[in-house]
């Protein structure tokens, strides 16, 4: 493979609602507000950030500034440019050539209206036509039904439980040649430019969070 990291390079995939862009330091006290909420912890499986919001500003830039190579992280913005919640996919394998896709809507005032699900569709077209992965999994809460019936929607297929850390998971996975069967069109207008991961490297560890932990334990939160 060839190419550069695609988490060195700005980011902007227009969806139909959403709008993905890289990470900036202007999201930080959206993003801070979301992750001490007990509510929004408890749907990504984890505990709140007991941080003060300096502190919390000091691991975000270092996020914005010095992305892993085995993430992408992204904001997600409405197509006015509201600032409603998070996406990545990480935990990116050269060598499988597939990742794990985690999404939070952390603004209530657009749960249940389709943003979640847009926002899936979107990073799946986008994974599918401008990388060489070729299968994308992620973990959904058991109790998550909301999350589920989107997930669903978006061409992901359920494969086993998973126990882990206390919580019950649903294990889903969407394969490359299930979503170019399913959009015909467009996979026929995909780039040839794909994001190239370098195999220079070692094969990646778990991408972590130093405020949460592992964000595998915790890889998506409420779509709606």
Known sequence: MKGEQEAATELRIVGNKTVLRTKSMDDAEADYSWRID?????????????????????????????????????????????????????????????????????DRNYWSQGYGSDV??????????????????????????????????????????????????????????????ANPVKTLRQTKNFTAFSTSETAPQQDTDPLMGSYSKSTQENPQ
């Open 120 to 181: 899936v569709k979107t990073a799946l077209a986008h994974i599918f036509t401008t990388t060489e992965l070729h299968r994308v999994y992620l973990h959904t809460l058991s109790t998550n039904l909301r999350a589920q019936k989107s997930f669903t929607k978006s061409g992901f297929k359920p494969i086993r439980d998973v126990k882990r850390d206390g919580y019950e998971f649903i294990l889903m996975e969407i394969w490359r040649k299930e979503w170019e069967a």
């Open 38 to 106: 007990p509510e929004l912890a408890e749907l990504d499986a984890t505990r709140p950030v007991t941080l003060s919001f300096s502190e919390y500003l000091r691991y975000h830039r270092d996020d914005v500034a010095y992305p892993s190579p085995w993430s992408v992280r992204m904001a997600i913005d409405t197509d006015r440019g509201q600032h409603i919640g998070n996406c990545m996919y990480y935990d990116i394998n050269i060598e499988k050539l597939q990742c794990e896709l985690g999404i939070m809507i952390g």
